[in-house]
């Protein structure tokens, strides 16, 4: 079993800049592939971005792309999520989630929810207008 917390979310203002980070237990986050997703009020929870086990890879919903950059520290089991240039419509719930069965995901798999296994409580990041 693995767990994931997130963290770093909050109120910014539009235009700023935010750092959320996903910090995993257990010995075996190196092998997951891993991603973020958000959920707005209302909606369904929708796919932000995807990173490799090794961290070469990644892949971006094209709202986000250009503006969010993920990484991951395989020595520190964390991932991260940049996220620059924020806009009021990224106000969400993001979540982290963990892959145990795949390094890499496909442009198919990796939006979707049930390529993963493990999922955090999610971090609130409000941007005001």
């Known amino acids: 079993q693995v767990q994931l917390v997130e963290s770093g979310g909050g109120l910014v203002q539009a235009g700023d800049s935010l750092r959320l980070s996903c910090a995993a237990s257990?010995?075996?986050?190196?092998?997951?592939?891993m991603g973020w997703f958000r959920q707005a009020p209302g909606k369904e929870r929708e796919f932000v971005a995807a990173i490799s086990d090794s961290g070469v890879g990644t892949y971006y919903a094209g709202s986000v792309k250009g503006r969010f950059a993920i990484s991951r520290d395989n020595a520190k089991n964390t991932m991260y999520l940049q996220m620059n240039s924020l806009k009021p419509e990224d106000t969400a719930v993001y979540y982290c989630?963990?892959?145990?069965?795949?390094?890499?995901?496909?442009?198919?798999?990796?939006?979707?929810?049930?390529?993963?296994?493990?999922w955090g409580q999610g971090t609130q990041v409000t941007v005001s207008s």
């Open positions: 257990g010995r075996t986050f190196s092998t997951y592939g």
């Open positions: 989630a963990a892959d145990k069965d795949r390094g890499t995901c496909t442009t198919r798999t990796c939006p979707d929810t049930a390529t993963y296994d493990y």
